[in-house]
């Protein structure tokens, strides 16, 4: 039987190999996404930026896994990382702004955060 603790570092293990995984190799990306989402990027410095606070905060996930009591209150930050990418993506899908991909991102990114907020409530003390 999975314990809530077990459960929690599966969750933010997950997250963090799945964040990785799609997110470092948009470094080597830019020309590929001008020509195939255009419009082009044309702040770069946002582009690379976002990438790199993402892959932080996927180092984030790992610090929680490895220790979930200690850094539990890190939790809550993780929940609103999610959100705060998902939840304009949704918003910004709906008025035609970006397309299916970005949806698809946006969504895995708040069901993550809703696993998150799952795995927080269920490590509570007490």
Do not use: C
Not at 34 to 55: K, M
Not at 77 to 83: H, M, N, Q, S, T
């Amino acid at each position: 039987m999975k314990t809530p603790q077990s459960s929690a570092k599966l969750v933010f293990r997950f997250a963090a190999i799945y964040g990785f995984l799609v997110l470092f190799p948009q470094y080597f990306l830019e020309t590929w996404i001008n020509q195939n989402f255009p419009p082009a990027i044309t702040h770069p410095e946002n582009f690379y930026g976002f990438i790199g606070i993402a892959l932080a905060w996927q180092t984030v996930f790992l610090m929680i896994a490895s220790d979930v009591s200690r850094y539990r209150p890190l939790m809550l930050p993780a929940i609103l990382e999610k959100v705060a990418f998902g939840g304009p993506a949704v918003v910004l899908f709906v008025q035609g702004r970006v397309g299916l991909p970005l949806l698809a991102a946006g969504l895995t990114d708040l069901a993550l955060g809703a696993a998150f907020a799952v795995v927080y409530r269920a490590t509570r003390s007490g």
